[in-house]
C-alpha cells in the first residue's frame, strides 16, 4: 500500500468494507502502542529509566505525528541562528534511511565522473536530511546515530560543540534537553486523531505538555478560522499562552550542478513535481504559489531513494506533459546525480523559514541557555 492509499484508509475517506475492517483492526493494534508509550513516557517521568545529560545545553526539535512537519528548515535556522551569535552547534540525529554505503559509493562514482559537477557538489553519506542540512548550514558537524547520547559525547569532545540540536527528538528521551520545540503541522496536526498504527500520533496528544515552545508550521496556508481553532486546541495542552508559529518560504531555485537560480526564472513555465517526503500536499501547495502552470504531480514515499526506473518514469512524465521544467525537493536532489538525470531542467525549491508570530519569544529562550560560558566534559545521569 503507498502513502496516498494508506492516508486514505487512516483518513477515513475509504468507506468500502474491507477498509472499516482493516481500520477495526489498526484501531485495537494501537490501543498496544498508546500502553507502551504511556508507559515508557511514565518510567521516564519518574526516573525509572535514566537520562543522559550533556554538558552543554540541548534543543530538540521533534514532533508528534509521523510525515513532515519541517523539522529541516527549522534546524537549518537554529544552526545558523546560533552560528551568527557566536556559538559551535552541532547536529545530532538516527540517520533514519541512509544509503548503503555501497550503493552511495556508486553514486559519488558518477558524479564525479560528470565533468558539469562541481567537486562540491558531490554526495555525501548520510540520509536526505543530512544531505541538505550540509548545505543549508556549512561547517555545522552532523552526526548521524541511533544512540544519540554517544553522538552527543563525540560532538562535546571531538568538534568542541557548545549547544546540541537534537533532530526528530521529542520522543528520544534517553538525552536530556534544554528546550523541546514541539512542531505542528497546520494542515494536519493530530494524524487523523489516533496514535499508530490507526492514525499518524507517535503518542497521545497529552505528550504537548512536555514541551517548552510548539511551533506551528505552515500556518500560512491553512484559512484563517481553521488556524484559531488549531491554536485553541493547542492552549488546551499548555500552561501559558506561547506559540510560534512559521511559514516555509520558497527563496530560489538550484539545480543539479547546486548554482542557484531566481524563481522569476521559471514565471508562467510548464512544470511539473515530484517528491518522496512526509507531507506532500505541502509542497503542491508550494509548486502553486510560485507562478508556474503546473501540470502534474507525483508524489513517492517518504524518504524514497531514486533509482534508474523511477527518474525514467519522471522524465517520461515531463515529455507527456510537455513540461519546460521539473521540480523537487531540495530532499529529493540530494540523491539525484546529474549524469543520472535526462529530461527537462531539475531544479529544487529552497525553502526558508518566515516568522508569523513569536520569533523574539524564541530567541528569548535561546539567549537564556548561554548565560555564561560551560566547558567541561559530558556526563551520563540525572542531575
Known sequence: MDEAALHDLLSGRRQDFVAKLLRCGLHIASWGYASVMAMRNHAYDRHWLTTHRASVPVISIGNITTGGTGKTPLAAWLANWLVAAGHRPGLLSRGYRSLD????????????????????????????????LDRLCPGVPHLQRRDRVSSARRAVTEFDCDVLLLDDGFQHRRLHRDIDLVLVD???????????????????????RRSDLIVVTRANQCPE???????????????????VEIAFVPRRLVGLDWQP???DSILGKRAISFCGIGNP?????TVASLG????????????HHYDSQDLKFVE???????????????????????GDWHGPPLFAIEIGVEFLAGKELLESRLRQLFPQPLRVLFRPGID
Not at 500536499?281 to 501547495?285: E, I, N, V
Request: proline share 4%.
Open 101 to 132: 554505503p555501497s550503493e552511495d559509493a556508486g553514486r559519488q562514482t558518477r558524479a564525479r565522473q560528470d565533468a558539469s559537477c562541481d567537486t562540491s557538489a558531490e554526495l555525501s553519506q548520510g540520509n536526505d536530511e543530512k544531505r541538505v
Open 186 to 208: 497546520a494542515l494536519q496536526p493530530w494524524g487523523y486523531g489516533h496514535v499508530l498504527p490507526r492514525g499518524l500520533l507517535r503518542e497521545s496528544m497529552s505528550g504537548l
Open 225 to 243: 478560522k481553521q488556524r484559531q481553532v488549531l491554536l485553541q486546541r493547542l492552549r488546551e495542552f499548555r500552561s501559558h499562552n506561547e506559540i
Open 261 to 263: 537560480q531566481s524563481l
Open 281 to 285: 500536499a505541502g509542497f503542491h501547495k
Open 292 to 303: 508556474v502552470e503546473s501540470l502534474r504531480s507525483h508524489p513517492f514515499p517518504d524518504h
Open 316 to 338: 517520461n512524465l515531463a515529455r507527456e506533459s510537455s513540461a519546460e521544467v521539473v521540480l523537487t525537493t531540495q530532499k529529493d536532489l540530494v540523491k539525484i546525480a546529474s
